[in-house]
């Protein structure tokens, strides 16, 4: 079954950047839908960037022109570049995929969550 690896987070001080990287395991086809959320401590998980097959993006507002969504076929991994980070952005990331499976059928796929701590 396809499943998904995060990495990259961790300790950054305010105004530094962290990549996250969503690699995804299993026998894909290819990805047709990615997107990442944020749940900030007792906080709901909320949408921060989405992308769908046709290459456009969507951000949330406090993130718009800070994060970048983007990812590599090859790898058949996805990618959230975060600039000028914020205690605000303090949480957990999670990557969402969309993936076409060898069957033909498409499934729905959440990364497991990584904790980004954003502090002086």
């Known amino acids: 079954q396809v499943q998904l690896v995060e990495s990259g987070g961790g300790l950054v001080q305010p105004g530094g950047s962290l990549r996250l990287s969503c690699a995804t395991t299993?026998?894909?086809?290819?990805?047709?839908?990615m997107g990442w959320y944020h749940q900030a401590p007792g906080k709901q998980r909320e949408m921060v960037a989405l992308?769908?097959?046709?290459?456009?993006?969507n951000y949330r507002d406090s993130v718009k022109d800070r994060f970048a969504i983007s990812r590599d076929d090859a790898k058949k991994t996805v990618y959230l570049q975060m600039n000028n980070l914020t205690p605000e952005d303090t949480g957990v990331y999670f990557c969402?995929?969309?993936?076409?499976?060898?069957?033909?059928?498409?499934?729905?796929?959440w990364g497991q969550g990584i904790q980004v701590t954003v502090s002086s």
């Open positions: 299993g026998d894909i086809i290819r990805i047709v839908h």
């Open positions: 969402n995929v969309h993936v076409v499976e060898p069957t033909g059928w498409t499934r729905t796929v």
């Open positions: 992308s769908p097959n046709d290459g456009s993006t």
